[in-house]
């Protein structure tokens, strides 16, 4: 049995990881497949990666570009889910901001330089026109730490996938003012080098099990009511959530990734470009 390291947010997108592993269908590969709950998000992945802490990651695909980009010797494998990731951007309850606009020059909440929560605030920013060397942040860790922040108002607006958010909002804690989709796909699977060089056929073998579930995922038996439960989510939230969700079984495309590398260019995220050799590996 060989032991692999994988790591992934604790949030719906993942179930299907979750169903795998307690199925025992890696166990059946002759894989002890250990999946370690990120909440920190695509920041601290980036640094799992790069410190040796995990095998692969289930990662947002702007981030890791990034970070590979920037020296992080891993490559994207997969594309995990095809559709957009949905921020919803929300303040606080209590806030006195109400709508989108007021928020330019306002300080936004993220949970670490580098995450998702921080690249997409520079994403909006240039959606609305704002000028984004302006943008002022304030690093919460998590959506805990989210929460205190908008509360104390050591920030004024949190952007998180919406869904997973939504409690926040049914409880009168953050009020939602606008919403922001990905223009790219959203989550990819990412592996570091060395491991991916050493055991090209396991992580095939781990590529297969995920995609044969995530493809007959939808059609699981009340997995709604399922996904529902596990997440301390409204059904109807999820049946919505299950409708604008697709994954994907397929390779990240060239033409995406030039895409993604060229809005992070312009956005100033990144400082050069990363050929498609040394983002993308195919197993």
């Known amino acids: 049995m060989k032991t692999i390291k994988i790591a992934g947010v604790p949030e719906h997108f993942n179930l299907p990881w979750q169903l795998c592993i307690e199925n025992g269908e890696f166990e059946e590969i002759g894989i002890d497949l250990q999946w370690t709950d990120i909440p920190e998000g695509t920041g601290k992945m980036c640094q799992m990666l790069r410190d040796g802490e995990t095998d692969m990651a289930v990662i947002l695909t702007e981030g890791i570009v990034k970070d590979i980009v920037g020296g992080n010797d891993c490559s994207i494998v997969q594309v995990y889910v095809e559709s957009p990731l949905i921020w919803g951007i929300h303040v606080a ?31 909006n920013a240039q959606n609305q026109n704002w000028n984004t060397d302006e943008l002022q942040f304030e690093i919460v860790n998590t959506i805990d730490g989210a929460v205190d922040a908008l509360t104390n108002g050591t920030a004024d607006y949190f952007m998180w996938e919406r869904f997973m958010t939504k409690p926040l909002v049914d409880k009168g804690i953050f009020r939602r003012v606008a919403d922001c989709p990905t223009p790219w796909p959203c989550f990819v699977i990412a592996v570091r080098n060395e491991f991916l060089d050493a055991n090209k056929q396991s992580v095939a073998l781990i590529l297969e099990t995920i ?63 990363g050929t498609f050799a040394e983002i993308v590996k195919a197993v």
């Open 93 to 123: 309850a209590a806030s006195k901001y109400n709508a989108l606009a007021d928020l330019e020059n306002t300080k936004v909440a993220i949970s670490r330089y580098g995450s998702g929560s921080h690249l997409m605030a520079y994403v």
């Open 211 to 273: 995609n044969n579930t995530t493809i007959e995922f939808k059609d699981i038996p009340s997995i709604d009511r399922t996904l529902a439960s596990k997440y301390n989510q409204k059904t109807a939230d999820i049946q919505e959530w299950l409708s604008l969700t697709k994954w994907s079984q397929k390779p990240l495309a060239e033409k995406v990734l030039n895409n993604i590398q060229n809005q992070l260019f312009d956005l100033k995220i990144i400082d050069k470009k």
